[in-house]
């Protein structure tokens, strides 16, 4: 019988603490406010406190997410984190939340595409389940501590990033499930966004102690813009000859993007000719959230209401610092 991924349930968390526009306008003595509600759609954003770190926002979203399916930690026989702000730079942060949930059989290991990394870690483990009957639950989580990060100084990151994370268990069945992701990179943009201090090329030294996000270079406005449609063109059509797959884009019942920029979201939806009400969005409540940003709008979704129903199509569709991007097909 052919083994297919399918998710089971969702999982999210926001930490307390939450920082206002108007926050900003004070810090950086210049009035930030509007411009981000007009040009990207952020009004706050959220903040983990002193005592917190990446791999609890994880198992903060990984528990309420094993909670809703009714499995206790002990049934996870995979747990992969998606992040690109570890606890530390090894081992990897799967086996932090390995830990802290008491999950000891579970396999572990982080992915690293930025922003990108959830939906890419979504797809390895839907292989696993596919492949291997001994993946029977699999955590897939992204957490995002980018305000351990960020210089405060530095107006075009420190109102964007936020904290957060977002979680779904796998399991298996013999319908899809999963049905088809692509992955793309453009390598050339590897050095415009990021953190470049603390790792092999610059190790972190008395000459480089601070490590911050920052945009060195630009890239194309557009990118996301200019990808993201033909990439989630070529996921529906590698997905065609499963059963029940839609044929054209109007037949996928909902979109989740990397939670960024609102105006981009909105742009995208327009050049697929498809109406807004097939997406959702929280960057205006949670600002930008990177790798954990897909799987808690889907699980806000939900929460309203406002999410997938049995049977129906969804498109997850992701880009980040690399820049790698990732779109993954899934019926509900």
Known sequence: MTRYAKILSTGSYVPERVMTNAEFDALLGEPVSDWLVENVGIRERHFMAPDQTTSDLCVAAAQRALDRVGLAARDLDLIVVATDTPDYLSPATASVVQAKLGASGAGTFDVNCACAGWVTGLDIAAKYVAADSDYRHVLVVGGYGMSRFINWKDKKTCT??????????????????????????????????????????????????????????????????????????????????????????????KFYFTQLNLRTIELMMAALEQPLSKTHWVMDKWGYTGSACIPMALDDAIAQGRGPQPGEWIMFCASGGGMAMAASLWRW
Do not use: C, M
């Open 160 to 253: 964007l990033f936020a904290d957060g994370g977002g979680a779904v268990v796998l399991g298996a069945g013999d319908t899809p499930g999963f049905a088809a992701s692509k992955l793309l990179a453009v390598g050339e943009y590897h050095d415009a966004l990021g953190i470049y201090t603390g790792g092999a090329r610059q190790p972190a030294s008395p000459e480089h102690p601070v490590q911050h996000v920052e945009f060195v270079r630009k890239f194309p406005k557009t990118f996301n813009s200019d990808h993201w449609p033909p990439l989630i063109r070529a996921t529906l059509e590698k997905a065609q000859g499963l059963p029940g797959v839609p044929r054209t884009l109007d037949g996928v019942d």
